[in-house]
């Protein structure tokens, strides 16, 4: 029995250690995929979930280089937890939006807020010169939304709305709400620019870059 652990053991020393981060399948296999690309240094990095990661910002922004770390599914705790290999590569710019998967995942505001707070303070210090802009969460639309747990948890995103903004006003990133560009007069997310309630058609995606350029966070 001894020697059958021991050749066991030393299978197992021989292969390839798996990373898993906790945080789901799709995480890990998209962070495989983020470090096997690699990126510049120097770069513009739109961050977060599936919000992000569904966008064509190249194509949009026109701006170079241009690097998306959007998630589908991903939390403030992943995006802090990754958020070190990206100021590896000392980004010019940071476009961050998170908290929705948080809440819908029943985390309190508080502590979502706090993450956040945790990554514009580790962006100031590790490349104090990088233009940080924390976008407003899109808070869902409660009637056509296809998605049962985030369900009336928008007085929620309000809230988390605020803090954002409370953070932004202390000097920690610029602030980008979008809240005048994609809610109706309900607060909430307008039909017209959703699919199922939370995720965008692609003129959402126009309408957000039209602001940031409008703004002159990108170039035109």
Same mark, same amino acid.
């Given at each position: 029995m001894k020697r059958l652990v021991m050749i066991l053991l030393a299978v197992m020393a021989t292969l390839p250690a798996l990373a898993q981060s906790g945080f789901g399948d799709y995480y890990d *296999?998209?962070?495989?995929?983020?470090?096997?690309? !690699?990126?510049?240094? !120097?770069?513009?990095?739109?961050?977060?979930?599936?919000?992000?990661?569904q966008a064509w910002w190249g194509f949009l922004t026109k701006e170079s280089p241009i690097v998306n770390r959007g998630i589908g599914g991903d939390n403030t705790r992943g995006m802090l937890a990754r958020l070190p290999e990206i100021l590896d590569f000392?980004?010019?710019?940071i476009f961050l939006m998170a908290g929705v998967n948080d809440l819908s995942g029943n985390r309190p505001v508080e502590e979502v807020?706090?993450?956040?707070?945790?990554?514009?303070?580790?962006?100031?210090?590790?490349?104090?010169? *990088?233009?940080?802009?924390l976008q407003s969460v899109i808070t869902p639309?409660?009637?056509?939304?296809?998605?049962?747990?985030?369900?009336?948890?928008?007085?929620?995103?309000?809230?988390?709305?605020?803090?954002?903004?409370?953070?932004? =006003?202390? !000097?920690?990133?610029?602030?980008?709400?979008?809240?005048?560009?994609?809610h109706n007069e309900q607060g909430e997310l307008k039909e =017209?620019?959703?699919?199922?309630?939370?995720?965008?058609?692609? =003129?959402?995606?126009?309408?957000?870059?039209a602001h940031l350029k409008k703004m002159k966070y990108l170039r035109k």
């Open positions: *296999c998209r962070l495989a995929a983020h470090r096997k690309a !690699g990126m510049p240094t !120097g770069a513009v990095v739109w961050m977060g979930d599936s919000l992000t990661e000392a980004p010019r710019k807020a706090g993450n956040v707070r945790k990554m514009l303070e580790m962006i100031r210090e590790r490349v104090p010169g *990088c233009q940080v802009y639309n409660n009637d056509v939304l296809a998605y049962a747990y985030i369900k009336n948890k928008q007085h929620l995103m309000r809230a988390l709305n605020k803090e954002y903004q409370a953070m932004c =006003e202390e !000097g920690l990133a610029t602030w980008v709400d979008l809240t005048p560009l994609m =017209e620019l959703t699919k199922d309630g939370i995720h965008l058609h692609p =003129e959402a995606y126009e309408i957000w870059v």
